[in-house]
């Protein structure tokens, strides 16, 4: 079955640097886009980036120039490099992939269980 592993949230002051990764198996790797999304409390999710089958990537204008999205498909792994981190960025983070090639929306099928990142 298909499953993915977030890692590599933590704490960081404002301005500190962060990657995550999302370890993935169970599917096809390379024929799923795949994508990150943050949740913060009282707050909707919100896409953050995502990556296409053929590697183009996506970002959401708070976190363009900031953060880079890339994966490997040789270790079914995504990452998501984090740096110049704000206070604003703390949130749950979650990676989700799904068998399109491009992840437009985050109607998407599997999702990890998420990594918190906090930042202050």
């Known amino acids: 079955h298909v499953q993915l592993v977030e890692s590599g949230g933590g704490s960081v002051q404002a301005g500190g640097s962060l990657r995550l990764s999302c370890a993935a198996s169970?599917?096809?790797?390379?024929?799923?886009?795949m994508a990150w999304f943050r949740q913060a409390p009282g707050k909707e999710r919100e896409g953050v980036a995502s990556?296409?089958?053929?590697?183009?990537?996506t970002y959401a204008d708070s976190v363009k120039g900031r953060f880079t999205i890339s994966k490997d498909n040789a270790k079914t792994t995504l990452y998501l490099q984090m740096n110049s981190l704000k206070p604003e960025d703390t949130a749950s983070y979650y990676c989700?992939?799904?068998?399109?090639?491009?992840?437009?929306?985050?109607?998407?099928?599997?999702w990890g269980q998420g990594t918190q990142v906090t930042v202050s």
């Open positions: 989700a992939a799904d068998f399109f090639q491009y992840c437009k929306t985050d109607r998407l099928a599997y």
């Open positions: 169970g599917y096809r790797y390379a024929s799923y886009c």
């Open positions: 990556i296409s089958t053929d590697g183009i990537p």
